[in-house]
């Protein structure tokens, strides 16, 4: 299994950027698919952007297509999420996910605050 630890939430202005990290443990990370997810206080958990292992194939959610951008780097077992152009409705708790032969581990999220 892969334990999973987010960083790179925080307070920030609408129009501005943060850039998430998502540091990896175990040696099958290369292996797996990773996502990142979202929840707003009430809301479901959704999906915001994926990458597969190879990093060569990405899907994003319609409401960030074209602002944010989902990455990998393998030699250092992390994934981030660049996040330009921030709306207040952006705001959530972001959470880390991998995918690997039918199993899903989550990290322990970081909030992203965005300010109007």
């Known amino acids: 299994q892969v334990q999973l630890v987010e960083s790179g939430g925080g307070l920030v202005q609408a129009g501005g950027s943060l850039r998430l990290s998502c540091a990896a443990s175990g040696r099958t990370f290369s292996s797996h698919a990773m996502s990142w997810f979202r929840q707003a206080p009430g809301k479901e958990r959704d999906v915001v952007a994926v990458?597969?292992?190879?990093?060569?194939?990405?899907h994003y959610a319609d409401s960030v297509k074209g602002r944010f951008t989902i990455s990998r780097d393998k030699a250092n077992n992390t994934v981030y999420l660049q996040m330009n152009s921030l709306k207040p409705e952006d705001t959530a708790v972001y959470y880390c996910?991998?995918?690997?032969?039918?199993?899903?581990?989550w990290g322990q999220g970081t909030q992203v605050t965005v300010s109007s």
């Open positions: 990458i597969n292992w190879s990093g060569g194939y990405t």
């Open positions: 996910a991998s995918d690997y032969q039918g199993s899903r581990s």
